[in-house]
């Protein structure tokens, strides 16, 4: 099976601008959750999409908004970027069922300059 | 206030030697408990989990992990690390009832000596 896709893997936005995030988790994986990664924070969970319904939603502004196509696919979507929201973005996905393993894709650098 | 803590920010040890990565949590009820491991430039990828039952737990890449509720902890371990083994190691958590949503301590980053 083919792995969790995250795309673009780099982004260079500036300040003020909106980005798109996607991705494609593996195939029959229902559940798609998103973390931030920062040296200062760490990693943070962001929200979690189960068969296109947001299902939990971590403490982020509403800039952060997601969510989850028919065939499980999601894209993030964070507005009037700030400095730092620069961060990795990574996306996991499983079969939504806690005890199943949820795989991580490669993540998605975003710069904001 | 609920949290997990991964006291060692940064640990170096040789080629060959032992490895144990602490991790302790503090939630009212014991939480699913995880270890992933983080290469440069990669995603997380998962070397083990806990759920119920025996509370050493066997993982990947020749990990293993013990639960200890008294000591609220569920420290990594390996008898012997390789070269390879250096990358960023992360405790996490899922509560019950919690979804998918993990809570991650804030990471060891581990040094190999050849």
């Known amino acids: 099976k083919a792995g969790v896709t995250q795309t673009p893997r780099y982004l260079i936005k500036t300040r003020g601008q909106q980005v798109t995030l996607s991705c494609s988790p593996i195939?029959?994986?229902?559940?798609v959750s998103w973390y931030q990664q920062t040296p200062g924070q760490g990693l943070q969970f962001l929200f979690e999409y189960f068969s296109e319904t947001q299902r939990n939603k971590g403490n982020f502004p509403g800039r952060f908004s997601g969510r989850q196509f028919s065939n499980s696919r999601s894209e993030m979507n964070v507005s009037t970027l700030e400095l730092g929201d620069s961060a990795l973005y990574l996306c996991?996905?499983?079969?939504?069922?806690?005890?199943?393993?949820?795989?991580f894709g490669p993540g998605t650098r975003l710069l904001v300059l | 206030a609920q949290s997990v803590t991964q006291p060692d920010i940064h640990i170096t040890v040789s080629e060959g030697a032992s490895l144990e990565l602490r991790c302790n949590y503090s939630?009212?009820?014991?939480?699913?408990l995880f270890w992933y491991v983080q290469s440069p430039g990669q995603g997380l990828q998962l070397l083990l989990k806990?759920?119920?039952?025996?509370?050493l737990v066997q993982g990947i890449k020749g990990f293993e992990a013990e639960f200890k509720r008294s000591q609220s902890s569920f420290n990594l371990r390996k008898p012997s690390v390789h070269w390879s083994d250096a990358a960023e190691y992360f405790c996490?958590?899922?509560?019950?009832?919690?979804?998918?949503?993990?809570?991650f301590g804030t990471g060891t980053q581990l040094k190999v000596e050849l």
């Open positions: 939630y009212g009820a014991t939480p699913y």
């Open positions: 806990y759920f119920s039952g025996d509370t």
């Open positions: 996991a996905s499983s079969s939504g069922e806690v005890q199943e393993t949820q795989y």
């Open positions: 195939s029959g994986h229902r559940s």
């Open positions: 996490a958590v899922v509560l019950t009832g919690g979804g998918n949503k993990l809570t």
